[in-house]
Every structure is written in structure tokens, then in C-alpha cells.
């Protein structure tokens, strides 16, 4: 029987302090961002198919009566609707980076509307005080 002894630690240096700070103000920053863009997404994702499940269903033939038809429907739908779901979750994944991109520059420019509004108010403000 072999005793194998531990790898040799060595201390933390100062780069691994840094590395290991930033790691977490990426984590602290683009965690919430990433996590919103993915609901953001998922709602859009699920938005859009619900609207184009209604419009076909809407525009359908309807041969059985049509309370007969929704509880035949929604047993259908609720059957598939796993499958559904997993479809939703991957397009929502797919397009999370025109998201992101929409959410930033949306963020972009509201930061640049408060800086205007607080300018103009600080120049009407500073108007009103020296006339």
C-alpha cells in the first residue's frame, strides 16, 4: 500500500487576490444581468408562441362542438406540454444575447436621458436662483 502525500499548497499571491476580487464584482454585476435578460427573453419567447398557438387555434376548423373541442385542446396542450416548455427554454437561451444587447443599450440610453433631465434642471434651477 502506497501512501501518497498531498500536493504542495503554495500561498496565495497577489494576483490571485486580484483575479479572485474581480471574479466576484463579475459575479456580484453580470449574475443579475444575466439571470434578467433570460427572463426578459423567456417571456418574450413565451409570449410570442402563446399569441401563435391562439392565432392557429382561432383561425382552425372546429368539427365537434366547442366545449368539447377546448377540454380536448387543453388536454392536448397539457400533455405536451414538457416537450413545449423545453423548446421555449432552449429559444430563450439562443436569443439572450439580443437581449442583452437591446437591455444595454435601452440602459444606455436612459442613463443619457437622467443626465439630460438633471442638466436641464440644474440650469433652470440655477436660472431661477440669480435672476
Same mark, same amino acid.
Given at each position: 500500500?502506497?501512501?501518497?502525500? +498531498?500536493? +504542495?499548497?503554495?500561498? +496565495?499571491?497577489?494576483?490571485?487576490?486580484?483575479?479572485?476580487?474581480? =471574479?466576484?464584482? *463579475?459575479?456580484? !454585476? !453580470?449574475? +443579475?444581468?444575466?439571470?434578467?435578460?433570460?427572463? $426578459?427573453? $423567456?417571456?418574450?419567447?413565451? !409570449?410570442?408562441?402563446?399569441?401563435?398557438?391562439?392565432?392557429?387555434? =382561432?383561425?382552425?376548423? #372546429?368539427?365537434?362542438?366547442?366545449? !368539447?373541442?377546448?377540454?380536448? *385542446?387543453?388536454? *392536448? *396542450?397539457?400533455?405536451? #406540454?414538457?416537450?413545449?416548455?423545453? &423548446?421555449?427554454?432552449?429559444?430563450?437561451?439562443?436569443?439572450? %444575447?439580443?437581449? &442583452?444587447?437591446?437591455?444595454?443599450?435601452?440602459?444606455?440610453? %436612459?442613463?443619457?436621458?437622467?443626465?439630460?433631465?438633471?442638466?436641464?434642471?440644474?440650469?433652470?434651477?440655477?436660472? =431661477?436662483?440669480?435672476?
Amino acid at each position: 500500500m502506497s501512501s501518497s502525500s +498531498p500536493a +504542495p499548497t503554495r500561498p +496565495p499571491s497577489r494576483g490571485d487576490a486580484s483575479i479572485s476580487r474581480l =471574479a466576484a464584482i *463579475y459575479n456580484a !454585476l !453580470l449574475t +443579475p444581468i444575466i439571470f434578467v435578460t433570460f427572463l $426578459l427573453s $423567456l417571456a418574450w419567447v413565451d !409570449l410570442r408562441y402563446t399569441l401563435t398557438r391562439s392565432h392557429l387555434h =382561432a383561425n382552425a376548423q #372546429q368539427r365537434m362542438p366547442s366545449w !368539447l373541442h377546448h377540454i380536448v *385542446y387543453r388536454e *392536448y *396542450y397539457h400533455s405536451k #406540454q414538457r416537450k413545449l416548455m423545453k &423548446m421555449e427554454i432552449s429559444d430563450a437561451f439562443e436569443m439572450r %444575447g439580443s437581449v &442583452m444587447a437591446v437591455f444595454g443599450v435601452l440602459t444606455m440610453v %436612459g442613463i443619457w436621458a437622467v443626465w439630460r433631465a438633471c442638466c436641464w434642471a440644474w440650469f433652470a434651477f440655477d436660472d =431661477a436662483i440669480y435672476r
